[in-house]
């Protein structure tokens, strides 16, 4: 651990005096504008919404036009601002410095941040991570893109400016990252960073173009020097230059599944010392091994490792609610992309009742239609987006208006042994503050019904 190197370049910014705009007054937000303040900034909050008001900072809501030099000296934008919004081009051509919370992150942080991405199972990965990390005895901050979790996770810049605090014993920052944050960093670099898999999602972002989400992705990796670790699936292209690359998911991988192990290079551990049995979870485990190696030494890889016994699963995420009359129920709501829903439902043996539904984000669900009419699972269609969903199908299903619907009517076929599972596949936003939000309406249903 001695030649753990600080993460950023702070100096780089010239904070001190400046006038930022922070775009979104939420948690986030909030957590950027007390940072800056502290380095002598002067942050002001703007979000979209009229009626937003903090007691710490100014709020100036409904903004919606780009600022000037005689407003602002620099933008630090939240990842829910579309990259080619108005606000954030024309500050841009207005000459002034946009960036997001990571980077900013990233230039204040005194620690090596580990960088996790992907489409499924980045959240899992995380959590993973930072518990093979704590169990080497690194004492890490768990951060990022990862609210709702259970874990006691924060905001990447409040991790990183926990790492400026004298008492702060952290040797790293393992933070969750999506490819809303990535689409602003300049010089962001974790010491290892990680894609767990990648898949159609958030299309509606990208102009409908995979290709281009997928390239928003690979950014994660785009300033990794040649002591830096790249962590990436089997048969993930383009393989990252300039750095170490580690690979998982197959038996030739660096890390793999042989037998009945879990196996890495300079450590292993039998598959029923472990907490979870899902093909797609030894995958994430696979992957975390391999970052909290990178970062802790090779000689605390069977340390590592061992954190992983530790492991309990997510709130929101396969999360088990209860059981009445031999029907089970589960709360999935982070499940936001076909790709998850069909993966998720894989990971339970027993007939399923799927609610699928909400905003789609510009994913087919043919897919999800193909599985379902195999598997003989049941699909409740529901939101926004459920007329879309069903024809993408090519069988008839019933569309539900909302998810409390589509839940009671599940709740009425399902029978003993049966699973009744909210694995939505698309955004919350239809109706919902966001997947959390979700997610609590869903399970206080589910407990109404579990105890009658």
């Known amino acids: 651990m001695d030649d753990l190197n600080a993460s950023g370049g702070f100096d780089q910014l010239n904070l001190a005096g400046r006038r930022v705009a922070v775009l979104g007054?939420?948690?986030?937000?909030?957590?950027?504008?007390?940072?800056?303040?502290?380095?002598?900034?002067t942050p002001t909050l703007y979000d979209k919404s009229q009626d937003v008001e903090n007691?710490?900072?100014?709020?100036?809501?409904?903004?919606?036009?780009?600022?000037?030099l005689s407003e602002a000296d620099m933008v630090v934008t939240s990842p829910g601002v579309p990259r080619n919004a108005d606000v954030l081009v024309g500050s841009l051509a207005n000459g002034l410095k946009v960036i997001g919370?990571?980077?900013?992150?990233?230039?204040?942080?005194?620690?090596?941040?580990?960088?996790?991405?992907?489409?499924?199972?980045?959240?899992?990965?995380t959590v993973m991570t930072w518990l093979c990390l704590r169990q080497a005895g690194l004492n890490p901050l768990l951060a990022g893109n990862i609210y709702g979790s259970g874990y006691p996770e924060q905001t990447l810049v409040e991790a990183a400016m926990l790492t400026r605090e004298s008492t702060c014993s952290a040797k790293a920052i393992v933070a969750e990252i999506s490819s809303f944050q990535l689409e602003w960093i300049d010089d962001f670099k974790p010491a290892a960073a990680g894609i767990t898999s990648l898949s159609e999602d958030h299309l509606d972002r990208y102009d409908h173009k995979f290709s281009e989400y997928a390239r928003t992705k690979a950014r994660i990796f785009e300033n990794l020097w040649e002591d830096d670790t790249a962590v990436i699936f089997d048969g993930y292209e383009p393989r990252p230059m300039g750095c170490k690359v580690r690979t998982f998911g197959d038996i030739m991988s660096d890390a793999r599944i042989e037998?009945?192990?879990?196996?890495?290079?300079?450590?292993?551990?039998?598959?029923?010392?472990?907490p979870f049995d899902e093909p797609h979870n030894y995958r994430n485990a696979e992957c975390a091994v391999l970052l909290a190696t990178a970062v802790a030494g090779p000689h605390l890889a069977q340390d590592c490792l061992e954190g992983l016994r530790t492991f309990k699963p997510l709130d929101n995420r396969l999360q088990f609610v209860g059981e009445r009359d031999g029907i089970q129920i589960?709360?999935?709501?982070?499940?936001?992309?076909?790709?998850?829903?069909?993966?998720?439902?894989?990971?339970?043996?027993?007939?399923?009742?799927?609610?699928?539904?909400?905003?789609?984000?510009g994913a087919s669900f043919a897919g999800v239609g193909k599985y379902i009419a195999s598997s003989g699972h049941k699909a409740y269609v529901f939101g926004e987006s459920g007329p879309e969903i069903a024809s993408h199908f090519g069988f008839s299903v019933d569309v539900y208006t909302s998810l409390e619907d589509a839940a009671k009517k599940a709740l009425e076929n399902?029978?003993?042994?049966?699973?009744?599972m909210l694995a939505p596949g698309c955004a919350s936003m239809d109706r919902f503050t966001d997947f959390a939000h979700r997610g609590e309406v869903f399970?206080?249903?589910?407990?109404?019904?579990?105890e009658r």
Request: aromatic share 6%.
């Open 443 to 450: 399970t206080r249903l589910a407990k109404e019904w579990l």
């Open 259 to 274: 037998g009945q192990f879990l196996v890495a290079p300079g450590c292993e551990i039998a598959l029923n010392q472990l």
């Open 414 to 420: 399902a029978q003993s042994g049966d699973t009744i």
């Open 25 to 41: 007054a939420k948690r986030s937000g909030v957590g950027v504008a007390r940072a800056l303040s502290a380095l002598d900034a």
């Open 55 to 68: 007691p710490e900072f100014a709020v100036v809501g409904g903004w919606d036009r780009p600022f000037s």
């Open 330 to 361: 589960v709360n999935n709501t982070m499940c936001t992309n076909p790709a998850a829903v069909i993966s998720s439902s894989q990971a339970i043996d027993r007939p399923q009742h799927l609610l699928i539904g909400g905003r789609n984000k």
């Open 101 to 125: 919370e990571i980077e900013l992150a990233y230039h204040l942080a005194k620690v090596p941040i580990v960088g996790i991405t992907g489409t499924n199972g980045k959240s899992t990965c």
